[in-house]
């Protein structure tokens, strides 16, 4: 296993009575493009800014290569960051804008010139030296910005949601190309988005944040076959989401039927939450079925039929299937024991 290179201990933010972070425990290793992940409020742009040192905790230590560093600040910190506004400089054309962070530092011009073609070449703007950065396309810019960012070598790039600002296809080139980069490079990258596909596809670690906390911390994998509560589950691609009552181990009832299911540890009848997710609906014969309803809707999706089934105890089954049964089709929905997720309860639902 890789060393770990940020380490956040008890970590939490307050800003006048809203607390931004409550106390999170979060570590991150050399060479890991680690992902945090969560809706507008959660605190995952505040875990990065005191990560970069543009905040201070109200709580709590920060540690970079086992050393304190909550004090100290940003130009000090082996850390650079990429925003989602690239804050590129508009006076200065390509080359002066990447060579900024060296001329800062006295480097020699051969150096800085060395230093500028091999970032160019790294980020495929070779030839777009004196260009103008207004007149590159968002692509373009944001490659400006990394190589900016990476020029100065940095051991953690952090990156604040900068794919936000592209179009759907260019936003799924870049991260490919982000992702290449990083493995490429060696570098830790720490990325900031709200979008759960680009988290899926990018990261070697997702961390699901939601009021300031941490919910699940683990592979892409993991976080979306094994969530550990509802919030996560629903987060994390669709999900339908019902009240289930365990009975015992490895049997849970839930519309009105008991279903085998593969987990256990729970209390005899206990209240919890169940989790399927769309695809793992199957779409059998009503009659063959304990779980059944008439389909009230159909979406084409491109790869797939999106169909809500409304079932005889009244839950409305999302489902998602290459086969497509037309709206009014009586249906019988098949599962597994592993496809259904069995969560304790939580408050907020």
Known sequence: M?????????VSKVYDETVALDGIDLYIRKNEFVTLLGPSGCGKTTTLRLIGGFE???????LFEGRDITGIPPYKRRVNTVFQRYALFSHLDVFENIAFGLRIKKLSEKAIKDKVKKMLEQVNLEGFEKRDVNSLSGGQQQRVAIARALVNEPEVLLLDEPLAALDLKLRREMQHELKSMQKQL???????????EEALSMSDTVVVMQDGRIQQIGTPVD????????????????SNIVDGIMRKDYLVDFSGSSFDCVDFGFAKDEAVDVVIRPEDLVLIPAEKARLSGTVSSVNFLGVHYEMLVESD????WL????????????????????????????SSR
Do not use: C, W
């Open 223 to 238: 976080i979306y076959n094994e969530p550990t509560n509802a919030f996560v589950a629903d987060f994390i691609g669709e």
């Open 186 to 196: 060696g570098i830790t990258f720490v990325f900031v988005t709200h979008d759960q």
């Open 313 to 316: 105890d009244g839950t409305s």
């Open 319 to 346: 489902v998602h299937s290459t086969l497509m049964e037309p709206v009014g089709t009586r249906v019988g929905l098949g599962l597994e024991p592993m496809d259904i997720h069995i969560m304790k309860k939580v």
């Open 56 to 62: 201070q905790p109200s709580g709590g230590t920060i």
């Open 2 to 10: 890789s060393e770990i290179i940020v380490d956040l201990k008890s």
